[in-house]
Each structure stands twice: as structure tokens, then as C-alpha cells.
């Protein structure tokens, strides 16, 4: 227990290093030698590397690895494409806005992204994708993807809603703040995410736990043979 709250604060600092604290020093310090945009393209530099890192090292080769690489690679286009710092600050809005419109797709037609990750995670964990996707489609348990989905659209407009106040009545001095002020709200929704992760497995274990016992009912008596 103690090693994996040891663990956690670890990668929460890892995170705040490579998402926020690097990119803010390189805004900071390198907006009057390079430029505004110049200086905003270095500070998505270290969340990318983290990101590819990561991916490496999790070996996410599955539909949550694409995902996370795929949108990487397509923010970076679109920063490089931006021309300009206050461009590629609506540019990244617009993108976080297309992706909550894909997650509200998603949970209209009812594929919640988050219950793929949860069939990446069980695969991971040495579960057939087959059987823990049929496990999470289940009525009981599939709502609570739903939810979760929920929470990735109001993230997705929170998100979006910080950086279009901050731009507007600051402007592009404001660069810095969003970072900070995004990288918070991410941990509070990570959270959230997190603790319906949590008790989704509870509620799987118990819908299993059930599943048993029925199949034990089911079972003849063995014969017992007199000695």
C-alpha cells in the first residue's frame, strides 16, 4: 500500500515536470529570444517525449496506445501548421472540442471509449478482449462506462472553457496560467475517472462472484465411493 501511494506521488511529480513545470519555464524563458510561437512549440516539447516514453514503456500497442499516439501526432501537426501562438491556442480548442464531439458520438451510438480501455487494461492483465468486452457490456456494469464518457465530455468543455476565458481577457500572456490551470483540472477529472474505474471493479468482482455461485449450483454431486 504505502509503496503504491509511493508510486502515485512519484508520477503525479513526473507529470508536473514534463506537462506543466518545463513547458511553463520554456514559455517563460524562451518567449523573448524566440518569440511567442516559437517558444510555444519547445513547450509542448517535453509532454511529447513523456508521452512517447510512455507509450514504450507500457508498450499500449492496442486501442488506447493508438489513441493516445494517434492524437499526439495530430496536435503536433496542428501546432506546426498553426503560423502563429494565438492561432495554435484556438487550433488546440477547436481540437479539444472535436474529440468531445467524438466522445458525445460515442455515447449516443453507445461504444464509451472508456470501456475499450477497460478490455486494453484486462488484456494487459491476461483476460481475453472477447470475454471482458462481452463481461463489460452487461447492463449493470455498461452504464457506468456511459458515465465515465459523461465525464470525458464535461472534461473536454471545462478544458476548453478555461483556455477561451484566459485567452479572452488576458490574452496571450495567459499561456502560462493555462497550463498550470489545465494541468489541475486534468487531476481532478483523472480522479474522478479513476475512483469509477475502482468501483466498476468492485461491481465487476461481485457480478462474477454471482456468476460462480450459480455455476456451483448447477454442478451434480460428486459420488462418493465407500472404501
Known sequence: MANNSQSN???????????????YAIWKFGREPFGDYAAMLMSTVPGIIYTVYRFAKDRQFNVTGLFILGSMLIGTTVDLLSGSAEQMIWNNVY???????????????????????????????????????????????FRWFQLIQIVFIIRGLVMAGITVYLLRKYGIDSYGDMLIYKRGASWVFSGIVMGMFFYINVIVQKYTNRLQEKKDEKLPEPDIVAD
Open 9 to 23: 506521488k512519484y508520477l503525479i511529480f513526473i507529470e508536473l515536470l514534463f506537462y506543466a513545470a518545463l513547458p
Open 95 to 141: 481540437l479539444g472540442l472535436f474529440y468531445t464531439f467524438l466522445y458525445v458520438i460515442l455515447f449516443i451510438i453507445k461504444k464509451p471509449f472508456p470501456l475499450y480501455v477497460a478490455v486494453d487494461f484486462a488484456y494487459l492483465q491476461g483476460y481475453p478482449r472477447k470475454d471482458s468486452k462481452t463481461l463489460f457490456f452487461q447492463k449493470g456494469i
